[in-house]
Structures are given as C-alpha cells and as structure tokens.
C-alpha cells in the first residue's frame, strides 16, 4: 500500500501553497525546489535573504519560480499584526509586530488569514513552538480543546490478508492526558481517519482491561473519555474500554466483548491512554510488524499544519507536505 505515493497524485496539480517557514535549512530548499517542480503544490519559503542564499549554496538547488518572504519586512506584516492583536485581549500592536515577524508565528498567520493552505515546520524548531504558534494564528477546531498528534500505520498482509491502515494516537505530544482530552484526541483522530483513509472511522480507546475486566483509575479514565466523546459525537463508532487484541482481532472480540460493537475486532483508530503507551506501541509495530509508520502529524487545528522531526530528510518533508495539503481534499 503506497499511501504517499497515492496521496502526491491527489495533490499533484491542485495548486495548493504550503508555506515553509524555515527557509535558513537546505533541506527546506531541496523540498522546496522538488514540491514545485513535481507539480504537488506551490511552496512559499520563509527566510531572510541573506539565509535563504546561505541555504540555496548548501543545497546545491535554486528557488527560480518560488515565492519567498522575509517575515521581518514585508507588506503583510501591519495587517497580520493587527488581526493577531484583535484576536488577543491586551496585546497591543506593537507588541502582536514582535510576535508575528518569528516566522512560525508568521507562516501560521498566513494561513489563518488565507495567504497560504497549510504549513509545515520543525526542522529547526522545538515541537512546543509550534504548537504555540499554531495554537495563537491557526487555532483549534471547534469543540477541540486539545492539539494532538497521530501516525498512519500500515500494516503489511495484516491478519493473512492484504496491507492495513490504522490511526495510531497521541504517540508525540500529549504525556498524560485527562478524560475530557482523550475525548478530544479520539474526536480529531476520527476526523484525520476520515480524511486520509478512504472510510469510516472505528475508534477503540485502549486499556489493559476489555469492559471492566480491570479496575482502577486509568480504566475509570477511559469510560470517561468513552462518555464525552459520544455525548459531543453521538454518530461515530467509538467504544472501549479494549485490550488491543479485542480492538482489532474479529475472533478475540468474539470471545471477550459480550455486548453488540461496532468496533470491537475492527478498529481502524486506536487511542492509547498515554504517551507511554502511545509511543511504544507505534515502535514495536514499525519494527516488529514491519509496518510503515508515517508521521507524526499535529491534529485538532482549525487547519492543517505539521510537526517535523529536527532530523527529518527532504523526503521526510514531501511526505509531510503531501499528507498535510491532502487533509484539504
């Protein structure tokens, strides 16, 4: 299953703008240079000039063609600036100026307002700085209290059969989340199944217990989290609490969930309690699986943006590109 390679074909020749905001790296210029050249969308680099060049001579590629912006002089800046502080009780202009002109802020200004479709950064950038940025320009989603992440798994010849996707989520961002934002990652990770996987979403919220086998605080957690998300969400297929073999094996829920499911045995969008969890699962599927772990990506926005790893390669960034601008679609 080539996700990637299928979602670059969705992509391809939309016209979609990401904007990059950290145009000092080269290998945002080599991305850069190939997202427009493959025609998979119109890359708008951020950088003051004299880094962009820097970074243009280490990565050996020009920018002919693609629009670049310097945050710290430009048109925008006024306008960006004033919208932020109207949007931020106490924040004078002056101060929103100071603010909007750190490129993050900048890129997510940008897409806030409708000069750019998504964005990606992190190359250069800690996790918490971004969420930051994007949490103040973008926003969350309404009814999403929380910014989140998930993974796309692909499981290959999943149970004897062919290729499998699941959602995989937090697995990066949220350590120890309460009842209320457990509901909010299973909410925002049904809506990225719905977006990236071609059908509905199954969201099983795990545990070490299936329907009270286990008691204690963490369970009480999950059935919590269980009744919020289906009080704001009352259609979607969500249940639990599962152990992960009765969320996704048909003859395991056979035998351990009594009560009628839909999701039980047939979970496309797995909610781990913890980060804990949530990250050593996805681990261990990758290299014991030999599943295709792509990400992580940043739900719960208003619009799409992403997260990328500070040692993310240039095919890193397209992926992450790619699988942004198509939440569009």
């Known amino acids: 299953m080539n996700i990637i390679g299928s979602f670059k074909e969705k992509a391809r020749g939309k016209n979609l703008s990401v904007v990059l905001p950290e145009g000092r790296d080269e290998r945002i210029i080599q991305a850069a240079r190939r997202l427009k050249d493959e025609d998979i969308a119109q890359p708008i680099v951020l950088g003051k000039p004299e880094q962009i060049e820097a970074a243009i001579?280490?990565?050996?590629?020009?920018?002919?063609g693609i629009k670049t912006i310097n945050p710290k002089n430009n048109d925008k800046i006024d306008f960006y600036a004033d919208k932020y502080s109207r949007q931020r009780d106490g924040i004078s202009a002056a101060v929103a100026k100071r603010i909007i002109v750190k490129p993050l802020f900048y890129?997510?200004?940008?897409?806030?307002?409708?000069?750019?479709?998504?964005?990606?950064?992190?190359?250069?950038?800690?996790?918490?700085?971004?969420?930051?940025?994007?949490?103040?320009?973008?926003?969350?989603?309404?009814?999403?209290?929380?910014?989140?992440?998930?993974?796309?798994?692909v499981v290959p010849n999943f149970l004897g059969g062919e290729d499998k996707a699941f959602i995989y989520a937090d697995c990066a961002v949220n350590i120890d989340p309460t009842a209320e934002q457990l509901a909010d990652i299973a909410l925002a990770s049904a809506a990225s199944a719905r977006r990236l996987l071609g059908e509905e979403p199954r969201v099983a919220l795990l545990s070490f217990s299936t329907k009270g086998s286990g008691f204690g605080p963490s369970v009480?957690?999950?059935?919590?989290?269980?009744?919020?998300?289906?009080?704001?969400?009352?259609?979607?297929?969500?249940?639990?609490?599962?152990?992960?073999?009765?969320?996704?094996?048909?003859?395991?829920?056979?035998?351990?969930?009594?009560?009628?499911?839909?999701?039980?045995?047939?979970?496309?969008?797995?909610?781990?309690?913890d980060l804990d969890s949530g990250n050593i699962a996805y681990k261990l599927t990758q290299y014991m699986a030999g599943a295709q772990a792509i990400g992580p990506f940043l739900q719960g926005f208003a619009k799409p943006i992403t997260d990328l790893s500070r040692g993310a390669s240039v095919d890193d960034i397209i992926s992450a590109a790619v699988l942004t601008l198509v939440q569009l679609m």
């Not at 989290?225 to 639990?240: F, M, N, Q, S, T």
């Not at 003859?251 to 047939?266: C, F, Q, T, W």
């Open 57 to 64: 001579g280490k990565a050996g590629v020009d920018l002919a």
């Open 107 to 153: 890129a997510g200004m940008m897409v806030a307002c409708g000069d750019a479709d998504v964005f990606v950064g992190g190359v250069a950038s800690a996790t918490s700085i971004l969420l930051q940025a994007g949490v103040l320009t973008v926003g969350l989603s309404p009814g999403i209290n929380t910014p989140s992440s998930y993974f796309i798994m």
């Open 220 to 273: 009480d957690k999950i059935k919590e989290a269980l009744k919020i998300a289906r009080d704001r969400e009352p259609e979607l297929a969500i249940d639990g609490e599962f152990q992960a073999d009765s969320a996704i094996i048909p003859r395991v829920a056979a035998r351990k969930v009594k009560d009628e499911s839909a999701v039980a045995g047939k979970a496309n969008v797995i909610i781990f309690p």
